[in-house]
């Protein structure tokens, strides 16, 4: 699934759909959790998905401080990217492993894009930052897991 996330005009905008983005992720975190085989991978993925709980409480931040009403919940990309699980969970850790790289390959999109949004103060590009480089690194481990097995 190609991201559209990050080309939003204006600022609360892009806040309002990385919160999307956020919700969606943390949902296909827990499906992934539930469905590995192997509890040592699941723990490692339980860590990636604490980071995205923490880019969404600064996030809602963000949200407040732009005077925008932040989504408690993900949009209908959730079935996309929790399908796309639930379908890997047919052929196992590996092709679990392989298809959260994909989710990952959104979400680094996503913040690569926001970190160079023209409204964004230094202080949300500086966060942006951070989340791009936890997404860079969770889909790095995915990958190179998903590769060794």
Same mark, same amino acid.
């Given at each position: 699934?190609?991201?559209?996330v990050? +080309? $939003? !005009?204006?600022?609360?905008? @892009?806040?309002? +759909? @990385?919160? &999307?983005? $956020?919700h969606d992720a943390i949902?296909? &975190?827990? !499906?992934?959790i539930e469905r590995l085989d192997d509890r040592r991978l699941s723990a490692q993925v339980a860590e990636f998905r604490d980071?995205?709980?923490q880019h969404l409480q600064v996030l809602n $931040?963000? *949200?407040?401080?732009?005077g925008t009403e932040a989504p408690a919940e993900g949009d209908m990309k959730q079935v996309l990217t929790t399908g796309k699980i639930a379908l890997a969970d047919l052929m196992g850790d590996a *092709?679990? @492993?392989?298809?959260m790289k994909t989710n990952e390959d959104d979400t680094v999109t996503a913040y690569e894009r926001a970190s160079r949004h023209e409204d964004a103060i230094p202080q949300s590009k500086a966060f942006f930052l951070k989340a791009l480089?936890? $997404?860079?690194?969770?889909?790095e481990w995915f990958d190179t897991t998903a590769k060794t097995m």
């Open positions: 699934m190609v991201t559209m990050g +080309n $939003e !005009s204006t600022i609360d905008k @892009l806040v309002t +759909n @990385l919160i &999307y983005l $956020e949902a296909a &975190y827990d !499906s992934v980071d995205h709980l $931040e963000i *949200a407040r401080e732009v *092709a679990i @492993l392989k298809a480089h936890d $997404e860079q690194r969770h889909r």
